[in-house]
């Protein structure tokens, strides 16, 4: 069970890297580092082959940053997530939040056998401060029902 203590230590983080930026506008990584950036975080765009994103350097892998930082956001198919998760595990860094569809078993399974503080199966643009629009919405909808992590 996530909690809102979880949640919360994971958005006091004010620099992340965002694991899952792409050439492709549509995908989620990019839509994740642009509204998170616009929030006042500092954050480190990630991809195996890019040499750039949204004007900063693109790193390929955590190893690879210039500072450590406080969170990872993971934004990759799953079977690329295990990996990402021990490699942050490895670095030092404990806040973890594998978006939604990036999930893997075996990636939240070591995240707690680890003590990570580990989100999944939750929306970071609902709980991100300000929530702007359509996740406002999608998080009102959730509050009403009994979703919302309290």
Known sequence: MISKTAIDKFLSQKTLAVVGVSRNTKKFGNLAYKELKSKGYK???????MKDYD???????????P??????LITVAPEKTE???????????DNIW???????EKAISYGKE???????HECILMYANPVGFP?????TIWKIIGKLIK
């Open 67 to 72: 500072e450590k930082v406080g969170g990872v």
């Open 83 to 93: 990996k990402i998760v021990k490699e942050a595990k490895e670095l030092g860094i």
């Open 98 to 104: 594998i978006q939604q569809r990036s999930e893997s």
């Open 55 to 65: 004007g900063e350097t693109c790193y390929a892998s955590l190893s690879n940053l």
């Open 43 to 49: 954050l480190y765009p990630i991809h195996p082959v």
């Open 135 to 139: 996740h406002s919405i999608h998080r």
């Open 114 to 120: 680890n003590g990570l503080n580990l989100i999944h």
